[in-house]
């Protein structure tokens, strides 16, 4: 009688969840505006894998369910996995790395104390031409002295082994840095880089709790008031880059994954290098556990992406990102 009850309930579930992911990617004809919803959905993936591998276990036929789901949602699912290119570019190019380095451990979250000198050497043997630092402290800061031009400010900097012709701030609406951004000069050629670290939610699994009435109202207008004040971020940067003429990459902490709104916002302007020639998950942060891709690096359109990878290095709560790209 239990095993009676149990098959339906897992079956309902399991539809229930895949019925979810499919509307939260936009994929049931309709749109579906859940912003705190979409914070959940690769758990909401994970979830629905480990139905899809019980199934398989039990040899039982909702394991097709999953299937269906995949053939809904191919494209999104390149947001989240991406199969390894057979093909290796060798052009040379600029390379760029974003790297958010959690104020080179100057509080001293890791054991480690030689965190900054850790990154440097780090750095130093990948030498890519530009690097995006966000949470950097001028006070911590390794020398690295192979890059020779920099530009930093509130908590974002910009370091780069050629002249950078021009730099400043991108200006929200409430008068705060969104962004900051460089003009290189690279082989003849000029590049505008956009470095962003977006609004954290400050998220705790040590502390949050959605079992707790009064906490879990105050995570919800936590979590509100920084989608807030992504979307303001994000507004701020594009009417910044309507008037630039230069081609245009942007390095960026999102704090969000690539099913929110503003991924979606970046995305309609720029390419997420990733989805052209990542690997694998592509996680740069774990919360609680569960792997997230959260900093992104996007290119203009014109230009040619050669490579994308991301680093296992454990100097910072984020893994490294870098790019290799060509300026038309």
């Not at 139905?51 to 995949?70: C, E, S």
């Not at 050497?121 to 192979?146: D, G, Y």
């Not at 400050?202 to 920084?226: C, G, I, V, W, Y």
Request: hydrophobic share 45%.
């Amino acid at each position: 009688m239990r095993k009676k009850i149990l098959y339906p309930f897992l079956i309902s579930v399991n539809f229930g969840a895949l019925l979810l992911q499919l509307a939260l990617s936009q994929r049931l004809g309709f749109a579906v505006h859940a912003p705190l919803m979409t914070l959940f959905l690769p758990i909401i993936f994970l979830f629905n894998c480990g139905f899809f591998i019980y199934w398989i276990i039990r040899f039982r036929w909702p394991f097709l369910l999953f299937f269906g789901m995949l053939l809904l949602s191919y494209n999104q699912l390149g947001l989240l996995y991406q199969r390894a290119s057979p093909r290796i570019e060798t052009s040379p190019g600029i390379e760029v790395m974003s790297y958010n380095v959690r104020l080179f451990n100057r509080y001293g979250w890791l054991s480690n104390t030689d965190i900054a000198q850790e990154i440097e050497n780090f750095i130093q043997r990948k030498f890519p031409h530009v690097v995006c630092f966000q949470e950097f402290s001028q006070k911590a800061a390794p020398r690295l002295q192979s890059f020779p031009h920099r530009f930093s400010t509130d908590g974002l900097a910009v370091y780069s082994r050629y002249p950078i012709l021009n730099q400043g701030k991108v200006i929200g609406g409430d008068q705060s840095v969104a962004a900051i951004y460089t003009d290189i000069e690279y082989q003849g050629d000029t590049l505008r880089v956009y470095n962003m670290h977006m609004e954290s939610f400050r998220l705790n699994h040590q502390t949050d709790s959605l079992l707790d009435t009064d906490q879990t109202l105050r995570l919800r207008k936590r979590l509100l008031t920084a989608l807030d004040r992504q979307q303001q971020q994000l507004e701020a940067l594009v009417a910044f880059d309507q008037k630039n003429t230069l081609p245009s990459l942007v390095c960026v902490d999102l704090n969000n994954n690539a099913f929110s709104e503003v991924y979606q916002g970046l995305a309609s302007r720029w390419i997420d290098v990733y989805t052209q020639k990542g690997s694998g998950l592509g996680a740069t942060y774990s919360l609680a556990g569960i792997p997230m891709r959260i900093d992104f690096i996007f290119a203009d359109s014109q230009m040619k992406i050669l490579h994308f990878e991301r680093f296992r290095e454990q100097f910072s709560d984020h893994q490294p990102i870098m790019a290799r790209l060509q300026i038309p």
